[in-house]
């Protein structure tokens, strides 16, 4: 099985300030076909998740522009601009290039 | 407007069986893929099962054997038959449209 690594497990940033979370894989996500299967989700208190990030860089619709994500082969990362409270919740980064699909252990961003 | 409303959770006794839906609308379940993604509570997200348009079906080692993923066009609906429930089993079932629609989730609790 693929493993996802997630750092930090937790980080607490100032509204308005950047924040970044890095996932590794244990095997490159590169498809034949040349599409990386590396997805960002964001899960806030009591909600199911919510998608953010397709195939390592790609918004998806509706998606603030201060989101964006970033890597390749086994390293990827997501970006948060300028964080606003609303991004409070857990990320998750998932691949879906072989079965079982895995995701990271998750990562709770806090406001300061 | 794409919706996905989970159905039939519940409390059950370890080596029973229970039958998850996931009632779509705003779209036909025979033309996407579909997942099942469980939450066991206070953990992270853990990839279930999926089907794929044409029907393939694919399982976590977890779960392979006593879960079967289906679809009903006609009802326009998601399954998961879930036997020889376990207590790691207990969770929150979410079914999604890969990987752009999310349903709300619905509670699996397995203990006598």
């Known amino acids: 099985d693929i493993v996802m690594t997630q750092t930090p497990l937790s980080l607490s940033v100032t509204p308005g300030q950047p924040a970044s979370i890095s996932c590794k894989s244990s095997q490159s996500l590169q498809h034949s076909d040349g599409k990386t299967l590396l997805y960002w989700f964001l899960q806030k208190p009591g909600q199911p998740p919510q998608p953010l990030i397709y195939?390592?860089?790609n918004r998806f619709s509706g998606v603030p522009d201060r989101f964006s994500g970033s890597g390749s082969g086994t390293d990827f990362t997501l970006k948060i601009s300028r964080v606003e409270a609303e991004d409070v919740g857990v990320y998750y980064c998932m691949q879906t290039i072989q079965v079982p699909y895995t995701f990271g252990q998750g990562t709770k961003l806090e406001i300061k | 407007e794409v919706q996905l409303v989970e159905t039939g959770g519940a409390l059950i006794q370890p080596g029973g069986s229970l039958r998850l839906s996931c009632a779509a609308s705003g779209f036909t379940v025979s033309s996407y893929y579909l997942a099942w993604v469980r939450q066991p509570p206070g953990k992270g997200l853990e990839w279930v099962s999926v089907i794929s348009n044409d029907g393939t079906t694919y399982y976590a080692d977890s779960v392979k054997g006593r879960f079967t993923i289906s679809r009903d066009n006609s009802e326009n609906t998601l399954y998961l038959q879930m036997n020889t429930l376990r207590g790691d089993d207990t969770a929150v079932y979410y079914c999604?449209?890969?990987?752009?629609?999310w349903g709300q989730g619905t509670l699996v609790t397995v203990s006598s």
């Open positions: 999604a449209r890969v990987w752009s629609y």
């Open positions: 195939e390592v860089s």
